[in-house]
Antibody, heavy 118, light 108 residues
Framework: QVQLVASGGGLVKPGGSLRLSCAAS????????MSWVRQAPGKGLEWISY????????DYRDSVKGRFTISRDNTKNSLSLQMNSLRVEDTALYFC???????????WGLGTLVTVSS | EIVLTQSPGTLSLSPGERATLSCRAS???????LAWYQQKRGQAPRLLIY???SRATGIPDRFSGSGSGTDFSLTISRLEPEDFAVYYC?????????FGGGTKVEIK
């Protein structure tokens, strides 16, 4: 079954860290660029980061640069997002997502909730 | 970054009616690199349209996309009960990729 399963979310204090993971199955993971997209409660979608299929190229939105690090392990079909120096405004549902060369994101995980609160 | 403005914020329609959703970009979206997504409550988004007008795999032909440059639209020709949801546009022409604020299509 083609799917993405994200995990690792939870409650963390401002300034803390979390590591999100995403397990991919049912497709050739190493062929695809992957992204993290988040959605604050009751709000819209916000792209966070992407990583190329090889892992050699990454990019981040400005608000998370220097705090978040995306990585992947193609031998384990896994995607990760290391989040440091978390802020209250990072509170959101985090989706891992598969980018397609034709454009857009054609596969989304269910999301893992990150809550940053004191 | 390219800002996408979706209108209206909420569209109240009845099943069987036609829905037209707008997405306007703050600058030209090169290559018509624009996608549309549907999101139902408690679910992940679903890709409907990419390249402004190409339907994704398995998407019914009542969904159609059009536009270029700064003005894009998503049309649902006849609303089915399962189409009541929130719709987002996304541009992937320039980094960072950005999403619109969404249009909620609700039952009138």
């Amino acid at each position: 079954q083609v799917q993405l399963v994200a995990s690792g979310g939870g409650l963390v204090k401002p300034g803390g860290s979390l590591r999100l993971s995403c397990a991919a199955s049912g497709f050739s993971f190493s062929d695809y660029y992957m992204s993290w997209v988040r959605q604050a409660p009751g709000k819209g979608l916000e792209w966070i980061s992407y990583i190329s299929n090889s892992g050699l190229s990454t990019d981040y939105r400005d608000s998370v640069k220097g705090r978040f690090t995306i990585s992947r392990d193609n031998t384990k079909n896994s995607l990760s997002l290391q989040m440091n120096s978390l802020r209250v405004e990072d509170t959101a549902l985090y989706f891992c997502a598969r980018d397609v060369s034709s454009g857009g994101i054609d596969l989304w995980g269910l999301g893992t909730l990150v809550t940053v609160s004191s | 970054e390219i800002v996408l403005t979706q209108s209206p914020g909420t569209l109240s329609l009845s099943p069987g009616e036609r829905a037209t959703l707008s997405c306007r970009a703050s600058q030209s979206v090169g290559g018509s690199y624009l996608a549309w997504y549907q999101q139902k409550r408690g679910q992940a988004p679903r890709l409907l349209i990419y390249g402004a007008s190409s339907r994704a795999t398995g998407i019914p032909d009542r969904f159609s996309g059009s536009g270029s440059g700064t003005d894009f639209s998503l049309t649902i020709s006849r609303l089915e009960p399962e189409d009541f949801a929130v719709y987002y546009c996304q541009q992937y022409s320039s980094s960072p990729t950005t999403f619109g604020g969404g249009t909620k299509v609700e039952i009138k």
